[in-house]
């Protein structure tokens, strides 16, 4: 007997298409981890489309159990957006040609992601940028939703704490209250990272994203580890933007390679 289809969610894919950005939440070991992501909806459904650059992400994201994935970035999401955290099952589909994704989700992404016009919003462009096409498609089956607040002032972060009873997300105001880290012998509470971010609008070119890792013991952020820079990035000069490009050629090349995908020779 076939299986069975996979339940629908249409207000959830309706909150996703009209989303920007988004934040996908995991356990990876005993660690949670957090990944900004551009949320597609495709013919089975939610669907994220990784470039190879972003093969070990894939990869860690598919092998979980389940996946949070955050909507509480409101900049420029359209008017079915809604601020949730979506939990969903994920299955990997490698798309080494760039076959699936070109077919049913790049006009997608190049609607709403600036910077993937640059490479792929034309014959001509997507020709010269072959590298950008292939993707690693983690598909999302729907589990449920939770409540979760929108971001709407930069001292509000995404706080996920990868507890034994699964990944939990929720916007604090301002930073919590930060302790040292426990000390010898302590229980020390859930690992748990404090997502900070800020995007360039409308050009989106810049993605500022910084994190605080430690335990939570639901009230304090016991630190461990912080981050070197917050805030937006500066903008990039014609070397820097120069120099993006290749190092993102390079990494998408690699990690084709390393899944035995296409290897072709464009240019000099």
Sequence with gaps: MPPDPVRRDAQV???L?????????????DRPQVHGVLPLVGPDGPVLALPYAQAGVARSLAAAPEVLVCLSEPTGAGAAWAPMSVRARPRLEEDPEGDV?????LEQELLRWPPSRLLADSVLLRREHWWWLPRL?????VVGTEPLAARTRPDEHLLV???ADGTRARVVRDLPRVGPPPGPGAAGGDPALLLG?????????RWGRWTWRGRWDGSALQVEQAPETTGLPPVPGLL?????????ERACRAGLAGAGGPARVTGP
């Design 13 to 15: 894919e309706a909150a």
């Design 17 to 29: 298409r009209a989303a920007v950005v988004a934040d996908v939440a995991w356990r990876a070991g």
């Design 101 to 105: 994704f070109a077919a049913t989700l």
């Design 137 to 141: 498609l983690v598909h999302l089956e």
């Design 161 to 163: 704490v990868g507890g």
């Design 197 to 205: 971010q800020e995007v360039s609008w409308p050009d989106l070119e």
């Design 240 to 248: 820097a933007r120069w120099r993006g490009h290749r190092a993102l």
